[in-house]
């Protein structure tokens, strides 16, 4: 049986606006202002949609001096990002004609 925290974990995946910001965030950390400016977002949108990423741990929130930068965990949803993305490519890449997002950077 499926537990109700891979309905939340999956529906958070879902959801258009928490995938453009995971999507952002792939490329770096970023304060609430970047992100609201980047995606065309009401800042109360995007603070609400990043609460709910950090509520669920997909982010990790860091203060420098008064500003919250938000960065993907590094730990467990980065890896499963990169797993998902490997799925697309061996499965479902003729559905997609774009490309996979780096989630893991090369260093």
């Known amino acids: 049986m499926i537990c109700n925290s891979y309905e939340r974990f999956f529906k958070t995946l879902a959801e258009p606006a928490k995938l453009n910001i995971i999507n952002l965030l792939s490329k770096g950390p970023l304060n609430v202002s970047q992100l609201s400016k980047k995606l065309n977002f009401e800042q109360s949108r995007a603070s609400h949609n990043l609460k709910a990423l950090a509520d669920r741990h997909f982010v990790i929130v860091e203060r420098k001096g008064k500003e919250r930068y938000y960065s993907l965990d590094k730990t ?10 490997a799925h697309v490519e061996k499965y479902e890449k003729h ?7 780096p989630w893991r950077k090369k260093e």
């Not at 559905?95 to 997002?101: A, N, R, S």
Request: charged share 20%.
């Open 76 to 85: 467990i949803i980065i890896p499963i990002l990169g797993l998902i993305d």
């Open 95 to 101: 559905y997609c004609k774009c490309k996979g997002i």
